[in-house]
């Protein structure tokens, strides 16, 4: 099968189309024909030697953790899937999945039904940015009808799916983002939009219930405009020392976050998409041999939706 594999970490040019052999199921696992895998800004940081490296370790590794396709084999005890059913899922994580292939194997469960409304492309820019928002504003923040809560980078590939899951919840939904994005976000059903460039967010907002970082850069001012006893979650690298000391003596909550697979949060983004109160925002499609070109996109900087490899058609 035809695999993306980097023999070392490096720019995007690193990442080289082979041929590699395809993986078997074992029991309990599925064996999925990729029809489309997600760009993540976690792959293309793992790459250089960031990101989740130390747990993959040294090169050769294979990236990509956002699957949608069509199961092709199903292994001994598996009963929640028969071959040819579409799902999507995101396996392993943060082990290597290597879902920049033509098939993945992983367990049954950490997969669910791909959505009847969503395309391969649309459900396989879900997956890992789906079930970050799923788990930060259900599971972590426990967002409740009519409380405030702030996103940095709102219309970014998780910060738009953030938006929606929290106002699904019955959120006030304020975001950050650039002014020309913010006629989008309204569309999503954000209640206030902050051009960040223009606007010092802690000037203009204050007693909120949660605060998502998803740039990272905005720790201690972000405690500033929680209420007492409010949550500040910072996602990519977690929230710094400095930052937990402060919110412990402000009484406020700051807390790291790192995705992890949850059949349970997949099945739920599956409902909000079926109800019509998730909509997923794709921003290019790259062939699987144009990787280079995805991750050089990918990584240029704050944009709308995410960049997908369509794998096989």
């Known amino acids: 099968m035809r695999a993306v594999v980097q023999h070392e970490f490096g720019p995007p040019e690193v990442l080289k189309v082979e041929e590699v052999d395809a993986p078997e199921p074992i029991p309990t696992e599925i064996q999925v024909r990729v029809h489309a895998a997600g760009v993540n800004p976690v792959d293309f940081k793992t790459r250089v030697g960031e990101g989740v490296a130390a747990v993959l370790g040294d090169p050769p590794l294979r990236l990509g953790w956002d699957v949608s396709g069509v199961v092709s084999e199903v292994g001994f005890g598996v009963t929640r899937f028969s071959v040819g059913d579409e799902v999507f899922g995101m396996p392993w994580f943060p082990r290597q999945a290597g879902a920049y292939a033509e098939f993945v194997t992983a367990p049954a469960r950490e997969f669910a039904a791909k959505p009847e409304r969503l395309s ?7 997956p890992l940015a789906g079930l970050t928002a799923w788990q930060l504003v259900v599971d972590t923040i426990r967002l409740e009808p009519g409380q405030r809560i702030l996103i940095h980078g709102a219309a970014g590939g998780v910060g738009h799916l953030a938006v929606q899951v929290a106002k699904a919840r019955g959120g006030v939904v304020i975001g950050t983002a650039r002014a020309d994005q913010a006629s989008f976000l309204h569309g999503l059903g954000v209640d206030e939009v902050i051009d960040y460039r ?3 967010f802690d ?3 204050s007693d909120l219930d949660a605060v998502i ?4 850069a905005y720790g201690q001012r972000s405690l500033s405009v929680l209420r007492p006893g409010g949550i500040l979650v910072s996602v990519p690298s977690g929230a710094h020392q400095d930052v937990l000391d402060l919110a412990a003596q402000t009484g406020r909550r700051a807390a790291s976050f790192l995705v992890e697979p949850d059949q349970v949060g997949l099945a739920g983004l599956a409902d909000l998409i079926a109800t019509g109160k998730l909509e997923v925002e794709v921003a290019r499609v790259f062939d699987l041999a144009d990787v280079v070109a995805a991750h050089r996109l990918a990584e240029s900087g704050p944009g709308r939706g995410k ?3 369509q794998v096989n058609s």
């Open 213 to 216: 970082d998803f740039p990272g």
């Open 203 to 205: 000037e203009v907002v």
């Open 307 to 309: 960049v997908v490899l």
């Open 120 to 126: 391969h492309t649309e459900a396989g820019a879900l």
């Open 198 to 200: 223009r606007t010092a």
